[in-house]
């Protein structure tokens, strides 16, 4: 067996029973559940993105909410007018968010360490900021959404399981793409830009616009999850953009294991139900959940639950030994 089989076995149940989730809470009649999913996994979409400029190009970014509010006002903006077109909320989100990743990057990515994380928190704020002052689009009260996305007879969003499958799927193929972008020579271009970036363009790689390409690619997909955080939610602000929002997708980012192609699920597992739980059982949950979060870190060690697997698998009697 290869080294990798008992976290791969963990990876394919966590995919199996998220397929068969809805039928299952269906029989018990636990509705909550299937909206507790729901939310990790547009969560998780939100957190792949990140895992990919994080992960796999080291660009720490404290403000890729930003994508997720634009996503989200890609729906509540067209609503408020009364279009509910999905084609047109989706073909939005992606759009405006690869715009202003593209802007943004353009000039973040001049930058590196702490420099890059100042100026990707500034740009989501200024965003933020923006959208508070406009009235029109309810301030800082916000948007209600009165109907989903509308996709014609190809798919009913107002299913709470049809948004599910619909999320889910995003997921898989988000996941799978990167997969394959990171195998492929664009992903190695990236790897060595976090690692030796002048060796790089010593060997003829323009890493900048590699960089750029990749940070674009990322933003995308977080306006994704925005867009599907609005039809879920029926209601946007821009609190959805602040930075404490930011800072929540690394800390489920770290938790799971920044580079590991799942960790942006069991991440945001670990860090919703832990919420969950502390909140449903005190008041002063906020206290013991930072608590808990620092010992699941410290723990896991580096790598996060990810990196915890890989050591059992590496552990004498575990599939790595034969």
């Not at 018990?28 to 939100?46: E, H, K």
């Not at 990236?190 to 323009?206: E, P, T, V, Y």
């Not at 192609?261 to 860090?271: H, K, N, S, Y």
Request: charged share 10%; hydrophobic share 55%.
């Amino acid at each position: 067996m290869t080294p990798v089989s008992r976290s791969a076995g963990v990876y394919a149940l966590i995919v199996v029973l998220l397929l068969a989730a809805p039928p299952v809470i269906s029989f018990t009649g636990q509705a909550f559940y299937l909206d507790l999913l729901t939310r990790a996994l547009i969560l998780a979409i939100a957190v792949a993105s990140l895992n990919l400029i994080v992960g796999c190009g080291g660009m720490i970014s404290l403000g890729h909410a930003a994508y997720i509010g634009i996503g989200a006002y890609s729906v509540g903006i067209p609503a408020y007018y009364e279009v509910y077109n999905g084609f047109i909320h989706l073909g939005l989100a992606l759009a405006c968010s690869a715009a202003f990743a593209l802007l943004t990057g353009a000039v973040c990515l001049r930058t590196r360490g702490l420099y890059f994380i100042l100026i990707t928190l500034a740009f989501s704020q200024m965003l933020y900021f923006t959208l508070v002052s406009i009235d029109e689009y309810g301030a800082d009260d916000g948007l209600l959404i009165h109907r989903r996305s509308e996709f014609g007879g190809a798919l009913d969003l107002e299913h709470p399981a049809a948004l599910y499958y619909a999320v889910l799927a995003a997921l898989l193929l988000f996941l799978f793409a990167m997969h394959r972008l990171i195998h492929a020579r664009f992903g190695r271009v990236i790897f060595g830009s976090k690692h030796n970036d002048s060796r790089m363009q010593a060997l003829g790689f323009d890493t900048y616009k590699y960089r750029l390409a990749c940070y674009v690619i990322s933003g995308a997909m977080c306006g994704v999850a925005g867009f599907f955080l609005g039809n879920f939610t029926h209601f946007i602000s821009p609190e959805m953009m602040d930075w404490t929002r930011s800072a929540e997708l690394i800390f489920m980012l770290v938790i799971g294991g920044a580079g590991a192609l799942f960790a942006p699920v069991t991440g945001t597992a670990a860090f919703l139900l832990l919420e969950e739980f502390l909140s449903g059982w005190t008041l002063h949950w906020h206290l013991m959940f930072g608590l808990l979060l620092i010992a699941l870190v410290m723990f896991a060690g580096r790598g996060g639950l990810h990196g915890a697997l890989m050591r059992l698998d590496h552990r004498p009697g575990g599939p790595g030994k034969r």
